[in-house]
């Protein structure tokens, strides 16, 4: 909404070199960016964004959970399989790299997932 602040990188997220400091806005989040035209003056706005706050809660609640993404995940990732094997057989690498590859990314998903949810879950606004 108006006024927000870029999220600070923490160290551990910070690129070698990259200077630190309380004015240095560098890093962060790559999700993050500025409000926007609509974004800002509805988020501003304290009815809406009640409104806006509870139904991010109960998406986290009952849809953005492990228990749903992971199954649809993993489902997809094993429709892909077949796919990914012939894919990698056809470019002339190994179809095992190929499965290796899938297995990180599907991992990769599920990270995403549970961070984002923590990240979510741990703002004052959706807490219970």
Same mark, same amino acid.
């Given at each position: 909404m108006e006024g927000d602040i870029r999220p600070a990188a923490s160290k551990a997220g910070r690129?070698?070199?990259r200077p630190e400091g309380p004015s240095v806005r560098i890093g962060g989040p790559r999700w993050w960016k500025p409000g926007g035209v609509f974004s800002k003056p509805l988020l501003a706005n304290p009815q809406f964004r009640q409104v806006y706050v509870g139904k991010v809660r109960?998406? *986290?609640d009952?849809?953005?959970?492990e228990d749903v993404y992971f199954k649809i995940i993993d489902a997809l990732a094993a429709s892909l399989m077949e796919d990914v094997m012939i894919r990698a057989e056809v470019r002339g690498q190994d179809p095992e790299g190929g499965k290796r590859q899938l297995a990180q990314s599907v991992e990769s998903l599920k990270t995403y997932l549970t961070r984002r949810r923590e990240f *979510? *879950?741990?703002q004052h606004e959706l807490k219970r």
């Open positions: 690129a070698p070199g109960k998406i *986290l009952e849809v953005f959970t *979510l *879950l741990s």
